[in-house]
Antibody
Framework: EVLLVQSGAEVKKPGATMKISCKVS????????IHWVRQAPGKGLEWMGL????????MYPEDFQGRVTIIADTSTDTMYMEMSSLNSGDTAIYYC??????????????WGQGTLVTVAS | QSVLSQPPSASGTPGQRVTISCSGT????????VYWYQQLPGTAPKLLIF???QRPSGVPDRFSGSKSGTSASLAISGLRSEDEADYYC????????????FGGGTKLTVL
């Protein structure tokens, strides 16, 4: 059974940096792309980027380039998403998701449980 | 403003058939697969349709997807109370350096 278990909720101050983990089990981390998606309170889904755990190649949308870094630690089957310069607009639930087929396409077969990050002074 | 356009809301009565639309461009829907997700309150999204019209195992055949040109649709037949949820479409977009785009989501209410 494929499982993605994310780290717990966090409260951050404006300007701070957050780092969320996503530990995978039930398959080999290097086999599939991992994506990150966030959802602000009462809002829709927003894609934040992806990583190929095999070579560490990552892709980010323009809105997050330079502020978001996704890394893979294949030795511990854990993914990390780091975002800097936080502001109140970054308050959201952050999800990791696995794509098991279809290459880069957003076929998110499995999701983490989500991590709530609150940015407040 | 989402790249893919969905109606913000839809509704139906039990047993009815409901359709949710998703409109895009040739860079996303017109040239790539469409995926649909169901999100029940307080839970992570769940893959409902992949590759335009394929259902993962375990998804009832009441759910179906279709695509024509730069638009896609999700149909739910035999509507049930447990179908009340938010529904999102998604696709890869080739217009820039490549990225994933979502629709804004449709809140389905079962009356």
């Amino acid at each position: 059974e494929v499982l993605l278990v994310q780290s717990g909720a966090e409260v951050k101050k404006p300007g701070a940096t957050m780092k969320i983990s996503c530990k995978v089990s039930g398959y080999t981390l290097g086999d599939h792309y991992i994506h990150w998606v966030r959802q602000a309170p009462g809002k829709g889904l927003e894609w934040m980027g992806l990583i190929d755990p095999v070579d560490g190649e990552s892709m980010y949308p323009e809105d997050f380039q330079g502020r978001v870094t996704i890394i893979a630690d294949t030795s511990t089957d854990t993914m990390y998403m780091e975002m800097s310069s936080l502001n109140s607009g970054d308050t959201a639930i952050y999800y990791c998701a696995v794509v098991t087929a279809d290459g880069h396409n957003p076929r998110f077969d499995y999701w983490g449980q989500g991590t709530l990050v609150t940015v407040a002074s | 403003q989402s790249v893919l356009s969905q109606p913000p809301s839809a509704s139906g009565t039990p047993g009815q058939r409901v359709t949710i639309s998703c409109s895009g461009t040739g860079f996303n829907i017109g040239g790539n697969y469409v995926y649909w997700y169901q999100q029940l309150p307080g839970t992570a999204p769940k893959l409902l349709i992949f590759r335009d019209n394929q259902r993962p195992s375990g998804v009832p055949d009441r759910f179906s997807g279709s695509k024509s040109g730069t638009s896609a649709s999700l149909a739910i037949s035999g509507l049930r109370s447990e179908d009340e949820a938010d529904y999102y479409c998604a696709a890869w977009d080739d217009s820039l350096s490549g990225l994933v785009v979502f629709g804004g989501g449709t809140k389905l209410t079962v009356l």
